[in-house]
């Protein structure tokens, strides 16, 4: 197989981490990050198992569309020979239940129905791949990624793959053959060009530079580091030592992910940072950005190499 489009860790996950060192995120929020987390690595696990099928599948990760006015995302979309699968990865963990069609979990919290989800994007995306003049038959599954999950009373329904069905649901994918090798290229192409980058739905609460705690974050237990040493950072709390350098980057990449509008200058950047000093951040965004120089408004960009 071969990954044509990959998965990244959504933006919205990424800000809502780096949120989460510098503010306090309400419950919801904190709710909303760990599910998308959760989701994220449940996905990932997913991309495992797409890795062991043969390489006469394409496979498209993370594609988000609109058709009249209607969104959905499809979590992985493969193309082997003349069909599409289209699969829906979920990491419940636990007990779930279902009562007339709706979807529970043990504790009686509804939630919403996966299988609507994965027939409504099916349906939409029939529509979609017909607007585009191709004609690939579309085969759909709601894939439960977790070993802990169990459904009480699972309907009998082959589209659904619990986790101890999935090795041989990927085992018969796998022996799969075709009699034309089928060129994807035009398809793919489509796809992509069809693909939403941004998500329309944004769960990230408002914030400002002034209202985020600064300072240099431990990569190991987040919590913030109290002294600055000539060479590295030596965490209060867990002992962990980083290289200055290091851990003043991964703050630029946080302040990047946050603040994608605003120029990274020496001065944003020393505040940011706060424990390390001026010259200290100069001699690092030098070495590893590239400065557009304009005299007090210079600042600094990825270079290229
Ligand atoms: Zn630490």
């Not at 699968?85 to 939630?111: L, P």
């Not at 979609?128 to 599954?141: A, Q, T």
């Not at 030592?241 to 630029?252: C, D, G, I, P, Q």
Request: hydrophobic share 35%; glycine share 4%.
């Amino acid at each position: 197989m071969s990954f044509i489009k990959h998965r990244s860790k959504p933006d919205e996950m990424k800000v809502l981490e780096t949120l989460n060192d510098r503010m306090n995120l309400t419950v919801k929020e904190k709710y909303d990050l760990t599910n998308l987390a959760k989701g994220f690595e449940g996905e990932q696990k997913f991309d495992e198992w797409l890795l062991t099928l043969s390489n006469e599948w394409n496979i498209l990760n993370d594609l988000r569309f609109e058709m009249n006015n209607t969104y959905y995302q499809i979590d992985s979309l493969s193309l082997f020979s003349e069909t599409i699968y289209q699969f829906e990865v979920k990491n419940y963990e636990g007990d779930y239940y279902i009562e007339k069609d709706t979807w529970y979990s043990i504790k009686g919290k509804e939630i919403s129905n996966p299988f609507l989800q994965l027939t409504r994007a099916e349906s939409l995306l029939r529509r979609f791949i017909k607007s585009l003049g191709f004609n690939y038959s579309i085969e759909s599954y709601l894939i439960f990624i977790n070993p802990e999950f169990h459904l009480y009373h699972a309907p009998r329904n082959q589209q659904i793959i619990f986790p101890t069905q999935l090795p041989r649901f990927m085992n018969n994918l796998s022996k799969k053959t075709s009699k034309v090798a089928k060129n994807h290229t035009k398809i793919v192409e489509q796809l992509l060009h069809f693909h939403l980058t941004e998500s329309p739905y944004n769960r990230i609460p408002k914030y400002t530079f002034d209202g985020l705690k600064k300072g240099i974050i431990c990569i190991k237990c987040r919590s913030f580091i109290n002294t600055f040493n000539r060479m590295y950072l030596i965490c209060d709390h867990c002992g962990n030592r980083e290289k200055v350098t290091s851990a003043v980057l991964r703050s630029v990449d946080d302040y990047m992910i946050l603040f994608p509008e605003e120029k990274v200058t020496r001065k944003v950047i020393q505040e940011w940072c706060k424990i390390v000093p001026g010259k200290t951040i100069i001699n690092i965004l030098s070495d590893h950005y590239k400065m557009i120089a304009s005299g007090k408004n210079s600042h600094y960009i990825k270079s290229d190499k």
